[in-house]
C-alpha cells in the first residue's frame, strides 16, 4: 500500500437532501451533487485529489446510519465551535471538545444518527 492507507469515505443518509443541508451548514462547504449506478452521492470537496482523502453522502439499502465500528473525523479549526454548529443545524452533541495526542476532539450525531468524530490542532 502506497501513500495514503484512506482514500475515500461514505456516510449513509437516508435522507439526502436533509444530509446535505446538515454538512454544508455546519462546515460551510458546498457538497457536490453527482449520480451513478442509479444512485444519487454528495461528494464533500470539490478538489478531493488536491487533498488525497474525501468521502460523500450516500443512501444505500444495505446500509443503515449508527455508531458501527468506524469513526470519520472531519478536520475543523476548533472542534468546540463546530460541535456548537452541528447542534445548531439539527445534529446532538454526544461529547465536548477533549484533549487527543494530536490536539482535540469531539464527537457528534449527525442528521442522518450518524457518529461522526470532529478534530482540531
Same mark, same amino acid.
Given at each position: 500500500m502506497a501513500g495514503n492507507p484512506v482514500s475515500w469515505f461514505g456516510i449513509h443518509a437516508a435522507d439526502l437532501d436533509r444530509a446535505k443541508k446538515f454538512y454544508e451548514t455546519v462546515f460551510g462547504e458546498t457538497l457536490k451533487e453527482v449520480g451513478g449506478g442509479g444512485m444519487r452521492f454528495m461528494i464533500f470537496g470539490a478538489d478531493w485529489a488536491k487533498y488525497g482523502v474525501s468521502g460523500m453522502l450516500w443512501s444505500d439499502g444495505?446500509?443503515?446510519? $449508527?455508531? $458501527? $465500528?468506524?469513526?470519520?473525523?472531519?478536520?475543523?479549526?476548533?472542534?468546540?465551535?463546530?460541535?456548537? #454548529? #452541528?447542534?445548531? #443545524?439539527?445534529?446532538? %452533541? %454526544?461529547?465536548?471538545?477533549?484533549?487527543?495526542?494530536? $490536539?482535540? #476532539?469531539?464527537?457528534?450525531?449527525?442528521?442522518?444518527?450518524?457518529?461522526i468524530g470532529l478534530h482540531s490542532r
Open positions: 444495505g446500509a443503515v446510519p $449508527g455508531y $458501527g $465500528g468506524t469513526t470519520v473525523f472531519f478536520n475543523c479549526t476548533d472542534c468546540a465551535e463546530t460541535a456548537r #454548529a #452541528a447542534v445548531a #443545524a439539527g445534529g446532538r %452533541l %454526544l461529547q465536548d471538545k477533549f484533549p487527543i495526542a494530536n $490536539g482535540y #476532539a469531539a464527537f457528534v450525531e449527525d442528521s442522518e444518527g450518524n457518529r
